[in-house]
């Protein structure tokens, strides 16, 4: 029995490439994994199959610097991504695996009063939206985040938050394998290391896709590929509003515990968390200019570093441990473009997760299994829709990612 | 990173004294489209996004102030050429 406990498994198995799959999942990220994970659990008979040109989780799935939370601005984007949140909170159970998740709440610093009516506008939507969501004076904020520099006159003073208590953290990676796992041992085939590098079309009905191994039909074609999303939509020729900009982060050495929450500020684009390690991570905006390149930069590393140490100071000498970079795509209103596409058939969109993906992922990937076999768009992606660019219904999540989104 | 960008007046700078202003392609020529919101919405909001060669517009924001055309991969993020865009005003 206990030998058994630690014999190792392998969390999924290695498949030979069919000629057939009733859906084709482009892209073995976590939106992928988590589509395929609930199609497979809705419907065991149908055949799924996720391929990603690298190993799963190799991009923004693994690169995100992993905060949960959905005190977001508009009633979409709340209801969305609260509707995440709470499979998060069921999410280890579901799948039998540790994520890691804590909530450890959030707070939106406040260094304008512009700032705190814009917060204060957002607590009263959450509220309305039944999340929960107050706006915190600086000695509340001192209560929480002791090491917070309260200084009056300084150069952005703090002057109250947003705190959101349900936030939290999990182990990216962790939601990653778990949701593998999940959808293989529903059947789900993984196909790691097999590019798409084409698809194959009849008239405006999609067929299947062309392969690094071979040519593969399909029933439908599923395209989860955020950064690389128009990539694949040249292939069908089709137009999507998606600019594809680097996001950098970087964790410090491990510290003692000093800070128990995750904090962000809007107007120094910096956001700042403690991992269970001990390693602070520091993320922040996008680079200035759209590119494709995943090449970390030492003026994104500086930036973020001096407004780490605004908000923190005693992260004065902390030294480095390293800096990554992933690549998003961003939508013009900060919002996902889930479902079918005008004038292509067997096809379906899962994209514009820009830098607020990782959170989305159960409710994206749920909803569009939904989607799939019922054919009726659920009720939370129906605004997400990319019809919506040419009907000028613009959502304006200006809340998905106050720190980082400034393109 | 181009960590380098040559512009046409000012020569070789810090790629952060410049500000990146869009891609030039089908999708964002202004010319010949009409005021339909179809192609009015599809000018603001859509872009080929291209990985690989890409023609775009700079501006030397913290330098000259003058706007030129790049060619730039957007994988390597490597400038290969810039160029003062007169072909573009005088047709």
């Known amino acids: 029995m206990v030998s058994q406990l630690f014999s190792r498994q392998r969390f999924w198995r290695k498949q030979e490439l069919s000629s057939y799959y009733d859906i084709v999942i482009i892209g073995g990220g976590v939106h992928g994994l988590s589509t ?7 419907d065991k008979d149908l055949k799924v199959a996720v391929m990603d040109k690298s190993y799963l989780g190799a991009g ?10 959905a005190n977001y601005l508009t009633p979409e984007g709340i209801a969305f991504m609260n509707a995440s949140l709470k499979l998060y909170e069921q999410l280890s159970g579901e799948l039998g695996l540790n994520l890691l998740f804590s909530q450890i709440g959030r707070l939106d610093i406040g260094h304008t009063e512009s700032t705190l009516f814009w917060l204060r ?4 939507y959450n509220q309305l939206m039944g999340v929960e969501s107050n706006l915190i004076t600086p000695d509340e904020v001192k209560a929480i985040v002791p090491e917070i520099d309260l200084r009056e006159g300084k150069p952005f003073p703090i002057m109250g938050a947003l705190h959101h208590p349900p936030a939290g953290v999990a182990r990216h990676d962790a939601v990653v394998w778990g949701y593998a796992r999940g959808a293989d041992r529903n059947g789900v085939e993984l196909h790691p290391f097999t590019e ?11 067929t299947g896709v062309d392969t690094s191994k071979g ?7 599923v395209s989860a590929t955020a950064g690389w999303t128009s990539t694949i939509a040249r292939m069908i020729d089709i137009d999507v509003p998606i600019l594809t900009y680097p996001l950098q982060a970087f964790v410090t050495e491990p510290l003692k515990p000093m800070i128990d929450t995750t904090i962000s500020s809007g107007e120094l684009h910096t956001y700042i ?11 922040g905006g996008v680079d200035h200019y759209p590119t494709y390149s995943h090449k970390s930069t030492l003026h994104m590393l500086e930036e973020l570093a001096t407004n780490a140490i605004r908000l923190l100071p005693q992260l004065r000498g902390a030294k480095v441990l390293r800096q990554w970079t992933g690549i998003c795509d961003m939508t013009p209103d900060y919002a996902p473009i889930i479902g079918p596409v005008d004038g292509v058939d067997n096809f379906m969109l899962n994209c514009g997760w820009g830098t607020w993906g990782f959170k989305a992922a159960p409710i994206s990937g749920k909803t569009t299994a939904e989607l799939i076999l019922t054919g009726k768009v659920p009720e939370l992606i129906e605004p997400f829709d990319l019809n919506r660019f040419y009907e000028g219904r613009l959502i304006n999540e200006r809340a998905a990612a106050i720190a980082a989104a400034i393109h | 990173m181009a960590l380098l960008i040559e512009c046409p007046n000012c020569g070789s700078r810090d790629v952060h004294e410049f500000r990146h202003g869009g891609e030039i392609s089908d999708l964002s020529e202004r010319k010949g489209i009409s005021d339909s919101d179809l192609e009015l919405t599809k000018y603001f909001y859509f872009a080929r996004n291209n990985a690989g060669d890409s023609k775009e517009w700079w501006y030397h924001s913290f330098g000259c102030r003058q706007w030129f055309v790049a060619y730039r991969n957007t994988v390597s993020d490597q400038i290969r050429e810039t160029e003062w865009p007169e072909k573009r005003l005088d047709s």
């Open chain 1, 60 to 69: 923004a799935s693994g690169r995100n610097t992993a905060i949960i939370r």
């Open chain 1, 121 to 124: 506008q957002r607590s009263e």
């Open chain 1, 273 to 283: 968390y403690q991992t269970e390690r001990g390693e602070l991570v520091i993320g």
């Open chain 1, 196 to 206: 798409v590098i084409g698809i194959t079309k009849e008239g405006r009905r999609v």
């Open chain 1, 36 to 42: 395929a994970y609930y199609l497979a659990k809705f």
């Open chain 1, 215 to 221: 040519r593969v039909k399909a029933g439908l074609v």
